[in-house]
């Protein structure tokens, strides 16, 4: 069954991409594709590594789904089909990879990127704002005075800032040295997060150059992991995003290892660093309002050191996208 799949696949690379795209949605929609759950939880370790690669490039398709297979948009690799789970819309994503199909899922309308992040207008008002916000940081203004009371925020929870860095990095740490004793299951880790960012539009952004990746690296990295799954716990007395980052900084570590990027990962360390001091900050950030409330110091001056915090993790965000950009395009 396995190598008539396999088979099938690549026999679809021999039509027209639509042609292609249509059939594999159609053996999607029925199943043939995506691995069952429950064989993924039965399998051992060496098989359910695979079938966990393989349900991150096909995740079977949501009970109910109906796909308009007589109007394809083709986007270079990309076939999109309209699709519709109930009220709600969206579309089938077919991802071409030169002689293969290689991922096929169900993206709804709304989810990713907005469309207009991934304009060259859009770019260039990155690349002003970047420089406006440094010009500001260079200057005496309310962002510089920010900047410098964050840092002396820091200073002052020395002792604290440093255990947070020690946790999460360690945990960062942890995850890297485990995938060395189960490479396939991080490397089909690392296929989930991979298809995770292709259903929301972000490698879409990669050939658009890199003004258009930084900005919308930024956006991502702000608007979903500084502010949403950042900012938001913190505000619950600091422990919430404590654990959530905890999970995240091992997840991350796990997935992103020297054992399966090789030596790109030295390319790829300082947008980790960056990117992970970001959110260590805003975690530090929710700790202080933990230790000023539990002193007596009132919520109220607590909240103002987690937005300090906060403050100081944007800037760590917005270096981090722009070398990151630069590195997708050019080094990797």
Known sequence: MRALAFAFLFALALAAPEEAAREAVSRWLRGELSPKLEDLLKAPPEEASRLLERFALFPPPPEGLAVNLESPRVEESRVSFPAALGEEVGEVVVVLEGERVARVYFRPQGLGVPPYLLTPGAGLGFLLFSLFWTLLLLR??????WLLEALSLVRAQRGLYLLTNLLLYGLFALGVLLA?????????????????????????????????LAGVIFYWNFSQGLFLTGLFPALLLGLPVLLLNALRYFAFGFALSPALLGSAFLFH?????????????????????????????????GLRGLLLAF???????????WYEAWEVVFLL
């Open 140 to 145: 005496p203004s309310p962002f510089r005075a």
């Open 180 to 212: 060395y004793a189960v490479p396939e299951l991080a490397r089909a880790v690392q296929v989930l997060f991979g298809g995770a960012l292709e259903a929301l539009g972000l490698k879409e952004a990669v050939d658009k150059g890199v003004l258009v």
């Open 269 to 301: 360390l300082p947008t980790l660093l960056l990117e992970l001091q970001a959110y260590i900050l805003v975690t530090f950030g929710g700790l202080v309002l933990l230790a000023r409330v539990a002193g007596g110091k009132g919520y109220r001056e």
């Open 311 to 321: 403050y100081l993790g944007a800037l760590f965000l917005l270096a981090a996208a």
